[in-house]
């Protein structure tokens, strides 16, 4: 069993896509120019040279305060049905 720590950190500077269990374009979050940096952690089970499991978990919530996401005002909103648009056509 291995275990990391991490954090991710960057700056939203291009549209955030989220897909649901199907494939299906869910929500697009577009770049708000803001920094952000959350928390990860990882575990691993590994048998052999391989690795057999995964597991992770991420602070979204962190991340998506400090983006704006959340709460999103009315103008973010459009924003976000824009976006979603615009990554369907393609």
């Not at 275990?3 to 896509?17: C, I, L, Q, Y």
């Not at 708000?32 to 979204?60: C, K, L, P, Y």
């Amino acid at each position: 069993m291995v275990a990391v720590n991490s954090t991710m950190s960057g700056r939203h500077v291009a549209p955030w896509a989220v897909y649901d269990d199907d494939g299906k374009l869910d929500s697009v979050f577009p770049p708000t120019g803001r920094t952000f940096s959350a928390t990860q952690s990882h575990w691993f089970r590994i048998s052999g040279s391989m690795i057999v499991e995964h597991w992770a978990n991420r602070d979204d919530l962190g991340m998506a305060r400090q983006l704006g996401w959340i709460p999103p005002t009315p103008a973010y909103l459009m924003r976000m049905a824009r976006a979603k648009r615009r990554l369907s056509r393609q």
